[in-house]
Each structure stands twice: as C-alpha cells, then as structure tokens.
C-alpha cells in the first residue's frame, strides 16, 4: 500500500514541480519580451536618428520639401513653451500639494481633490486640447503660443501635485513641531523649513514633469498649431518638436523623414536623460 | 493704580498666515475648477450635435463632411478594439514581469530592471509611433500578417479576423503598440501590489512546502485581487486615452466594413488628432468635440474605478481575508 501512495504523492509533486519551473520560465521570458521592446526602440531610434543630426539641424528652419533644412525653429518652440509651461505650472502645483499635505490632509475637500489629480493626471492629454481650444482659442480667434503654454501647464499641475503631496508626507513632524515651538508662524514653518527639506523630491517631481510634456504631442496639435518660420511671438502658432515630428513622419519626402527621425531622437534623448537625472537625484537623498 | 500691560514688540500680524493658507486653497479649488471646467466646455462645444442625433451618435457608423452627416460607430469601435488587442496582450505579460520582479529576480537585479520597465513608460509616444509606423509596421506586415492571412484565410470565422491588406497599419498593429506602451504601468502597479502583501502569509505557504508559483497564484494574487484589477483599470484608462501612437499606425479610414483585425480603422484620439484643426466651425467640430466628451466620460468612469479599487487594496492591509 504505501509504496503506490508513495508513487501517487511522488508523481503529484513532480507534476507541481514541473508547473512551477513552466510559470517561472514563462516569467522570464515575460520580463525579456518587454526589455526586447525597450532596447529594440532605443536602437532604432539611435540608428535611424543619429545620422540626421548635424550642425544644420539644430541652426536652420523646417524647409520644404526635398530641401535642406532644419529643425531650429521646431527646437526653439519646443523649449520656449516647455519653459513657460513650467514656470507656470510648477507654483500652483507646489501650492496645491502644500494644502494636501499641510493644511487639510484627512478633510472631504482634500480627499476629492487628490482623486481628482489623480484622474486628471492620466486623463487623455487630448482633450486638454479640446479644453484650451474651446477656452482660449476660439474666444480670440486665432491659434497661439500662450494656448499651447496654457494645455501644457494644465499637464504640469497634477504631476507636481501629485510629487509635491508625497514627498511633503515624507518629512518627519518631529521637525514641524520643532519649528512651531519655536513661534514660527505655519507659512514660514512650511516655506523655511518643510519645504527645504523635501526640497530634492519636489525637484525631482519638476524634472519628471518637464519631461512629460517635453514629449507631449496632442495638446499642442490644435493650440499651438504649427508654423514653418522662425517666431518668438507667443501671440503667433508657434512650431514645437512633437507636432513637427508629426506632420514630418506622416509625409513621404525622405528629407521631412530624415528630420523627423532627428527631432525624435533629440526628444528621446531629452526624456530618458531627464528621467534618469531624476532617478539618480532621489538615490542621492537616500 | 495699575500698570497697563506693556506693549508686545513682537506681536506680528495674522495678515500673512491667512493670505498663505487662502493661496494654498485657491490652487487645490483650481484642480477641482480645472475638472468641472473641462466637462462644461466639452458640452457646450458638442452641444450641436447633442442636439442633433442624441444618443443615437454613438451607434451610427456614417462620417462624412460633406454631407454633413456624422455618426461615432467607427471611432468608438476602434478606440475599444485597439484597447481590447493591448490588454489581451499587456496583462499576462505585465504579470509575468511583475512576478519575476518580485519572486525570481537577485536582489541587485531588481533596481535596474524596474527602472529599464519604467523607461519604457516614460519614452514619448510620439516615438512609439513614428518606430511603429517605420520600422515595426513593416515587419509586421512581412513576418506576421502575410503568413497568418495564408494560413488562416479558408477557416471561417478567422478567416473574416484576417482578411484585409496586411500591410503593417489597423487595428492590430495598434493594439499591439499600445499593449507595449502600456505593459509599464501596469507592471509598475501589480509589482507595488504583489510587495504589500504580508511577508508571514508568504512564508507560511513556503513552511507548508509550496512552491513559487503556488504562492504566487494561491496566496498573494488573492490577496492583491482589488489592487491588480486596479492596476489593469489603469492600463485600460490610458491605453483608451492614448493618441500619437495610435494615430500613427491605426490608418485613419472613417468606415467600419469589416471585423479583420488588418484593416485600417479610426480611434477617437486619432479622429481628434488628425481632423480637427481644420474642421470647420459647425456639425463637423462638434461632432468630434462630441467624441472627445465620449472618450472622456469612458476614461473618466474607468480610471475612477481604478481608484476605487486600489484605495480598497489599502484599506484591507492587514486585515482578515
């Protein structure tokens, strides 16, 4: 008897073994099948990419088609409405989280609000167009710079609300407290002193956002619309790297390609490089 | 006779303590305000066509400009099959990434895995497209849809899933761009999942002498149950949001003549994208504010749910299952 219950308990053993090694193995093969599709679009995008860059790229204006160009003025557009974006962005966005993590952490108000942020941060970034569209540029009639800062400060918000809010949480009470005790008034406790010491996370969430909307194409498409020369009037449709890259790649002249592979590697380059920049910054705080 | 107190050379105004808090409020209210703002305009824009066909909108398949006739069939369709297509493909795979993470992978692994997955999330999806259009498109045409169509052209109900031009652009070739795309976010929740689970129910299962993929399967994914179903919602929210990609490689033809996963199609976001700076002021803009209003409530509603499900996996840390 108990050498066939020894059998039928070695072979179930053997069947929940071999299962086991099969869902590792499978896996495995999970976790290289999504860094294939990371390296494989890295490499190309380096390959493709790489030999459109030179000094004409980045000094002339997007031509026409089948001649010589660049992509300066897309380059400049790009990093105007980013900065402004930003700028604009970032203190509102930094004010909110202080009021989630500061003043109202457990109310009705902050509990909305931060589901709310939390929607509006993977929200379609299109229809934050939509928004700006129907706010800004239908009312003055005309596509412009400051529609585009506008959708993609709109993009900044959440993400800084979201990065502020968790790394104000972070900072032990004990140096609040220490703070109030010694008669500071709560916005020179959150300025002076909480702040600064969630100064590098609250960086970090800057950096994450700018890379964002470095790389975001939809909120500019009908705002910021497009242009072929070189402006630095916010009034005017201003070009921007992303939508470039779109109305180049959609067409067939190899030279618009060529570019757009160019510009799709200097936006590729900008992120990842941001993005790590920020990961190694939070590393250093720890 | 008294002394009246002497004055307070320190006494400072509440002027700005308040001035602080208001501003504070002003910005979380403008998040709030941003919301509400974004549902009032998308209305007041579709209101033409609201008016116009009603609910009706969303089951008629009719797209043309010139005759002014519009209809939401076809860009629905293709915003859900292509999202369809990409969980299919992401959750499995996000699964087994999560798993490896958290179970299989040496400790000096894990870091720079997790953050090679998370670049792949924070690549521009602007890139996805143009590589897709480029370089994967073809590839898919050559080694994947051509042999599938010869094999499968005869069988009858996959024969109609494989039939049209099998030239790398449409629905599948979307879905599977965007299940790359979105494989990272939901790796990134299931693994922050599958790490809360309480190390003594882990290991108990281990005493009892089950293996990995037992534990795995019997012990934490029952436990993580909301929050992985939290993370598949976020997935879904942004595969459905997602435009560049799509636009790229989805084909843009208005018309829904068959169920062939080969043939070019239309999603909201790529309808969007590609129509409406130029569309006219009139049925034809609020038509497709129309679909922007649609897209938003389903991703509203579905990133909503995500919400709910993961803040339920919170509240259930460390109580009795």
């Known amino acids: 008897m108990s050498a066939v219950l020894h059998d039928a308990r070695l072979a179930k053993f053997n069947q929940r073994k071999r299962v086991n090694r099969l869902a590792l193995l499978l896996s495995l093969a999970a976790m290289a099948f999504g860094l294939f599709w990371l390296f494989w679009i890295l490499w190309e995008t380096v390959r493709l990419g790489i030999g459109g860059i030179s000094v004409a790229t980045f000094t002339q204006m997007t031509p026409a088609p089948n001649e010589e160009g660049g992509i300066a003025n897309a380059i400049y557009g790009s990093f105007l409405m980013v900065m402004l974006s930003t700028f604009i962005g970032t203190p509102i966005g930094i004010m909110a989280g202080i009021y989630l993590a500061e003043y109202n952490t457990k109310g ?57 809010e968790n790394m104000l949480q972070l900072v032990p009470p004990g ?37 964002r909307i470095a790389g975001e194409t939809a909120p500019l498409l009908f705002t910021a619309l497009n242009n ?16 470039t ?14 570019l757009a592979w160019a510009g799709v590697f200097i936006i590729t380059v900008a992120v990842l490089g941001l993005n790590i920049l920020a990961r190694v910054l939070t590393r250093k705080k720890d | ?85 990409a969980l299919l493909i992401a959750v499995p795979v996000s699964f087994g990434i999560a798993l490896f993470l958290t179970e299989l992978s040496p400790a000096w692994l894990k870091r720079p895995l997790g953050t090679a997955i998370e670049l792949l999330a924070a690549v521009p999806s602007i890139v996805y497209g143009m590589w ?49 795309m979105i494989i990272p976010f939901i790796a990134s929740v299931m693994r922050d999942v599958f790490e809360v689970t309480p190390v003594l129910l882990k290991e108990s299962a281990y005493g009892l002498g089950a293996t990995t993929w037992e534990v795995v399967y019997k012990v934490v994914l029952p436990y993580t149950k909301a929050g992985v179903m939290g993370g598949i919602m976020l997935g879904l929210g942004r595969a459905l949001g997602e435009t560049m990609a799509v636009t790229f490689v989805i084909g ?48 509203f509603v579905v990133l909503s749910l995500s919400k709910l499900l993961l803040s339920q996996l919170q509240k259930n840390e460390g109580a009795k299952t």
Not at chain 1, 120 to 135: D, E, H, R, T
């Open chain 1, 108 to 164: 009705w108000l902050a509990s909305l609000t931060r589901f709310v942020n939390d929607i509006l941060l993977s929200a379609p970034s299109i229809v934050i167009g939509l928004f700006v569209y129907a706010v800004v540029v239908s009312r003055f009639h005309s596509f412009s710079g400051w529609a585009g800062v506008m959708a993609l400060a709109l993009i900044v918000i959440p993400v800084v609300i979201r990065t502020t």
């Open chain 1, 175 to 211: 140096l609040r407290e220490a703070a109030y005790a010694l008669g500071a008034p709560k916005w020179k406790v959150i300025t002076r002193i909480t702040l600064r010491a969630a100064r590098s996370g609250v960086v970090t969430g800057v950096l994450l956002a700018v890379a």
């Open chain 1, 228 to 243: 072929q020369f070189w402006t630095s009037n916010l009034g005017q449709p201003m070009a921007s790297l992303p939508v």
């Open chain 1, 245 to 258: 890259i779109f109305k180049f790649a959609m067409s067939p002249y190899e030279n618009w390609q060529q």
């Open chain 2, 1 to 85: 006779m008294t002394n009246p107190p002497p004055v307070n050379p320190f006494k400072r105004s509440r002027l700005p303590d308040r001035v602080f808090g208001w501003a504070a409020l002003a910005a979380a209210l403008l998040t709030l305000g941003l919301l509400i703002g974004i549902l009032v305009s998308l209305v007041i824009g579709a209101w033409p066509a609201i008016s116009k066909y009603g609910l009706g909108f969303l089951t008629s398949s009719v797209w043309d400009p010139v005759q002014n006739e519009y209809g939401g069939l076809v860009m629905i369709y293709g915003t859900l099959a292509t999202s369809f297509i």
């Open chain 2, 132 to 180: 897709g259009l480029l370089v994967f498109g073809p590839i898919l045409a050559t080694y994947v849809q051509q042999p599938l169509q010869s094999l499968f052209s005869e069988v009858p109900y996959l024969g109609a899933l494989v039939s049209g031009p099998p030239v790398g652009i449409g629905i599948l070739s979307a879905g599977i761009i965007l299940a790359i």
């Open chain 2, 252 to 299: 843009n033809f208005n018309q829904l003549d068959s169920l062939s996963l080969f043939q070019a199609a239309n999603s909201i976001t790529s309808a969007l994208a590609n129509e409406f700076a130029e569309a006219a002021d009139g049925l034809h803009q609020a038509s497709l504010i129309y679909l922007g209003l649609v897209l938003f409530f389903i991703t």
